[in-house]
């Protein structure tokens, strides 16, 4: 009796371990959108950027970003190690979904002291 019990059950979940594959696949892949993060076209988004680089320090740093599907990539060579995170805040802020950065800090910024702040009263 066991045994018959057992080849069920074993042949229940062998044929429907594929179906249970599939969904778990399907609420694997489904990533739910933010509601907090209003949603935002390519263009939309490509626009900010460009805005808020014209306006910032880093903008003089000529780095180069594209837009596809959300996703932003930057690209480009600076000397300041703060301009990297600083490409990669204006793209979150802006509303980028992910953030790729590519941007390469030069050696001599890597090599150079770190300065410590000093507040004018």
Known sequence: ????????VFSFLAASAPSLAVA????????PADP??????DAQ?????????SKSKI????FRFHVQRGVVTWEGTTAIGQHKGAATRMARTSGAVQ??????????????PLRKASVQP
């Open 45 to 53: 988004l490509e626009s900010t950027i460009r805005t808020k680089l």
């Open 99 to 112: 953030v790729i950065n590519n941007i390469r800090v030069s050696s001599a910024a890597k090599d150079a």
């Open 59 to 62: 903008g003089k740093d000529g």
């Open 1 to 8: 009796m066991r045994t018959l019990l057992a080849v069920l």
């Open 36 to 41: 907090s993060r209003p949603q935002v076209t």
């Open 24 to 31: 778990a696949a399907k609420t694997a892949t489904k990533t």
